[in-house]
């Protein structure tokens, strides 16, 4: 039995409703990942893109193939900066070296 649409009722609820900017709408849970050209994470990590292509090869930082393409997921660009980010040091009171 066919709906007004074309399909029947449980060919409608087993797809999700897209959004025009492409997230499925009615599912707050499973937000999809942010996926970023090369090119873009080469930006926020101010670097060149062949960097960023160099990190990928080499496992450093984590890739998503699409057919041909590469993106770098926005999270694993901002683990990769906390992983690789040197906390500062406590200041520490300055030393008078008398008599030297």
């Keep these: ?14 797809r999700p409703q897209v959004h025009p ?3 499925a709408v009615g599912a707050p849970e499973r937000i999809p990942p942010r996926l970023l050209t090369p090119e873009q ?20 930082l984590p890739r998503v193939k699409i057919g041909r393409s590469v993106r770098v997921p926005l999270a694993a ?15 520490v009171a300055e030393v008078r070296h008398e008599g030297l």
């Design 1 to 14: 039995m066919s709906g007004a649409h074309g399909g029947s009722a449980a060919s409608r609820l087993s």
């Design 21 to 23: 900017q492409g997230h």
């Design 41 to 60: 994470a080469a930006e926020i990590l101010a670097v060149r893109p062949v960097t960023v292509r160099s990190w990928m090869a080499d496992g450093r």
């Design 77 to 91: 660009v901002t683990d990769f900066i906390v992983a690789n980010t040197t906390p500062a040091l406590p200041k």
